[in-house]
C-alpha cells in the first residue's frame, strides 16, 4: 500500500504522478503519521462540502493529532484566545460565525465592479512588464511577471507604496512556506515564519495608524473603519486579515501564472488553442486545475463523517489532496492532457464550500491579463533551461524562477 509520505521532494518538484499513485492504490487512507488523506474528486468534495469538516486545527484531538504536531503550541494558543477573548488567526483557518463575519467584510473589496474597475490598471501593468523582454532574451518570467503583476494589484488595493513591493518578497515567502501543516514544518521553517509575522506586524501596525488619521478609498482604510465603527474587528483580526490579503492575494496567483507559463510552452498545441480562443475563462479553469497552485488545503473533524467505505472519527485531522482531485479520470477525461476547450470543468483550484478563494475573481483576471497579454504580442514562448526550481512548499507549490523567451510577434 502506498502512503502519502510529504517528506518526499517530489511533492514539490513533480507531484503528478503521485497523486495518480495514491488516487490509484490507497484513495482514501489513515498514514503511519495518524492522519487521513482523502484524494478522489468525489470524496474531496464530500469533505470540502461537510459542516463537520473544521478548518480550525484546535478541533483536532490530542490523542488523535499527526506526529510531530505541536500540541503544546495548540494548548497555549487554546489558553490566549481563552483568556483574551482575542482570536488572531486569519479567517482562513476559522469557522463562521467569525469565518462569516470577517470575510463578509473583506469580501466588499471584491465585488464584480471592483475587479471590473482594476482591470485596466492590471492591463497597463502587463504590458509595460512584458515589453522589456520582447527581444529574444531569457529572462526570469517568476520575478518579472507571475510575481511583480499580483504583488503590485493587491498593493494598489491595500495603497502600499510601491517601493515597499520588494521588501515583502522573501518575507511573504517565509509565510506561504509556514502555510504547510504545522507538523511538516522544520524548527527553522517555523522561526523565519514568525519573524515574517512581526516583520508585516511592525508593517501594518504603522500602516493603520495612517489610515486612521488619513483614511482612503482603499481596502486597508475600509478594514480600519470597520475595527473602529460598528462591525468591530479586533486589533488582532485587522492584522491577520491585512497579512493574509497581501500574502494570499499575490502568492496562489504567482504560482498559477508562472505553471500557466510553463505548462503552455512546453504544450504547443495548447498554445495554439489559446491563441484561437483567447484567455477566456475556460482556459483558466483548465490551468487551474492542470497546475493546482494550492495542492492541499487540510480539515478537523468535529464529528465522525463517512467517507467512502471509511468513518473519519471525530477530532482526527484529514489532508484534502485538491492536486489529486484535479486529476481524478472519473470526473476529468484524459486528466493529464492540457485541454483548454475543457467542459465541464468542476476544477478545485480554488477549492469549494463557505472557504472558497475570495480572490478568485482577482486571481481570474490576473491570468486572464496576462496571457492575453502575452499573446498579443508574440509568436511563442518557450523555457530556455529544461532544469527547473521549485521552492520546497507542499501547500503552494511553485516555481522559484523560470527562464523563458519570448518570440516577438
Same mark, same amino acid.
Given at each position: 500500500?502506498?502512503?502519502?509520505?510529504?517528506?518526499?521532494?517530489?511533492?514539490?518538484?513533480?507531484?503528478?504522478?503521485?497523486?495518480?499513485?495514491?488516487?490509484?492504490?490507497?484513495?482514501?487512507?489513515?498514514?503511519?503519521?495518524?492522519?487521513? %488523506?482523502?484524494?478522489?474528486?468525489?470524496?474531496?468534495? @464530500?469533505?470540502?462540502?461537510?459542516?463537520?469538516?473544521?478548518?480550525?486545527?484546535?478541533?483536532?484531538?490530542?490523542?488523535?493529532?499527526?506526529?510531530?504536531?505541536?500540541?503544546?503550541?495548540?494548548? !497555549?494558543?487554546?489558553?490566549?484566545?481563552?483568556?483574551?477573548?482575542?482570536?488572531?488567526?486569519?479567517?482562513?483557518?476559522?469557522?463562521?460565525?467569525?469565518?462569516?463575519?470577517?470575510?463578509?467584510?473583506?469580501?466588499?473589496?471584491?465585488?464584480?465592479?471592483?475587479?471590473?474597475?482594476? !482591470?485596466?490598471?492590471?492591463?497597463?501593468?502587463?504590458?509595460?512588464?512584458?515589453?522589456?523582454?520582447?527581444?529574444?532574451?531569457?529572462?526570469?518570467?517568476?520575478?518579472?511577471?507571475?510575481?511583480?503583476?499580483?504583488?503590485?494589484?493587491?498593493?494598489?488595493?491595500?495603497?502600499?507604496?510601491?517601493?515597499?513591493? @520588494?521588501?515583502?518578497?522573501?518575507?511573504?515567502?517565509?509565510?506561504?512556506?509556514?502555510?504547510?501543516?504545522?507538523?511538516?514544518?522544520?524548527?527553522?521553517?517555523?522561526?523565519?515564519?514568525?519573524?515574517?509575522i512581526m516583520y508585516f506586524a511592525e508593517y501594518f501596525?504603522?500602516?493603520?495608524?495612517?489610515?486612521?488619521?488619513?483614511?482612503?478609498?482603499?481596502?486597508?482604510?475600509?478594514?480600519?473603519?470597520?475595527?473602529?465603527?460598528?462591525?468591530?474587528?479586533?486589533?488582532?483580526?485587522?492584522?491577520?486579515?491585512?497579512?493574509l490579503l497581501l500574502v494570499a492575494g499575490h502568492e496562489?496567483?504567482?504560482?498559477?501564472?508562472?505553471?500557466?507559463?510553463?505548462?503552455?510552452?512546453?504544450?504547443?498545441?495548447?498554445?495554439?488553442?489559446?491563441?484561437?480562443?483567447?484567455?477566456?475563462?475556460?482556459?483558466?479553469?483548465?490551468?487551474?486545475?492542470?497546475?493546482?497552485? %494550492?495542492?492541499?488545503?487540510?480539515?478537523?473533524?468535529?464529528?465522525?463523517?463517512?467517507?467512502?467505505?471509511?468513518?473519519?472519527?471525530?477530532?482526527?485531522?484529514?489532508?484534502?489532496?485538491?492536486?489529486?482531485?484535479?486529476?481524478?479520470?472519473?470526473?476529468?477525461?484524459?486528466?493529464? %492532457?492540457?485541454?483548454?476547450?475543457?467542459e465541464p470543468n468542476p476544477q478545485l483550484g480554488f477549492?469549494?464550500?463557505?472557504?472558497?478563494?475570495?480572490?478568485?475573481?482577482?486571481?481570474?483576471?490576473?491570468?486572464?491579463?496576462?496571457?492575453?497579454?502575452?499573446?498579443?504580442?508574440?509568436?511563442?514562448?518557450?523555457?530556455?533551461?529544461?532544469?527547473?526550481?521549485?521552492?520546497?512548499?507542499?501547500?503552494?507549490?511553485?516555481?522559484?524562477?523560470?527562464?523563458?523567451?519570448?518570440?516577438?510577434?
Open positions: 500500500m502506498t502512503f502519502y509520505d510529504p517528506s518526499d521532494p517530489r511533492w514539490s518538484t513533480d507531484p503528478g504522478p503521485l497523486f495518480d499513485e495514491i488516487r490509484t492504490t490507497a484513495p482514501l487512507h489513515r498514514t503511519p503519521s495518524n492522519y487521513w %488523506v482523502v484524494t478522489r474528486h468525489a470524496d474531496c468534495l @464530500a469533505v470540502l462540502r461537510s459542516s463537520l469538516a473544521s478548518a480550525d486545527s484546535l478541533h483536532i484531538h490530542p490523542d488523535k493529532q499527526p506526529l510531530g504536531f505541536n500540541s503544546g503550541a495548540r494548548q !497555549e494558543q487554546r489558553e490566549l484566545i481563552r483568556a483574551s477573548g482575542d482570536d488572531t488567526r486569519p479567517f482562513l483557518f476559522r469557522d463562521a460565525p467569525d469565518h462569516t463575519r470577517l470575510r463578509g467584510l473583506v469580501q466588499r473589496a471584491f465585488t464584480p465592479r471592483r475587479i471590473n474597475e482594476l !482591470e485596466g490598471f492590471t492591463r497597463s501593468l502587463a504590458r509595460d512588464m512584458i515589453a522589456p523582454h520582447l527581444d529574444g532574451v531569457a529572462f526570469d518570467a517568476v520575478q518579472s511577471i507571475a510575481w511583480a503583476l499580483p504583488v503590485a494589484v493587491i498593493c494598489e488595493m491595500l495603497d502600499i507604496p510601491a517601493e515597499d513591493h @520588494a521588501a515583502f518578497q522573501h518575507q511573504s515567502a517565509q509565510l506561504a512556506r509556514g502555510l504547510d501543516p504545522e507538523f511538516l514544518l522544520s524548527d527553522r521553517d517555523r522561526e523565519y515564519r514568525d519573524a515574517a501596525s504603522r500602516l493603520f495608524a495612517l489610515r486612521r488619521s488619513r483614511p482612503g478609498p482603499d481596502l486597508l482604510s475600509a478594514l480600519v473603519a470597520a475595527h473602529d465603527g460598528e462591525d468591530r474587528l479586533s486589533e488582532g483580526e485587522l492584522l491577520s486579515t491585512a497579512i496562489t496567483t504567482m504560482n498559477l501564472i508562472s505553471g500557466a507559463l510553463l505548462a503552455l510552452s512546453r504544450d504547443q498545441s495548447a498554445q495554439a488553442v489559446l491563441r484561437a480562443f483567447g484567455a477566456d475563462r475556460a482556459a483558466v479553469d483548465e490551468l487551474l486545475r492542470f497546475v493546482s497552485p %494550492v495542492q492541499l488545503t487540510g480539515r478537523a473533524m468535529t464529528e465522525d463523517l463517512s467517507v467512502g467505505d471509511q468513518v473519519l472519527e471525530e477530532g482526527s485531522f484529514v489532508m484534502v489532496l485538491l492536486g489529486a482531485a484535479n486529476r481524478d479520470p472519473e470526473v476529468f477525461s484524459d486528466p493529464t %492532457v492540457l485541454n483548454l476547450r475543457r477549492g469549494f464550500g463557505m472557504h472558497h478563494c475570495l480572490g478568485s475573481p482577482l486571481a481570474r483576471l490576473e491570468a486572464q491579463v496576462i496571457l492575453s497579454e502575452l499573446v498579443a504580442v508574440s509568436s511563442n514562448w518557450h523555457v530556455s533551461s529544461p532544469e527547473l526550481h521549485y521552492r520546497p512548499n507542499i501547500v503552494l507549490r511553485g516555481l522559484e524562477e523560470l527562464s523563458l523567451v519570448i518570440t516577438p510577434a
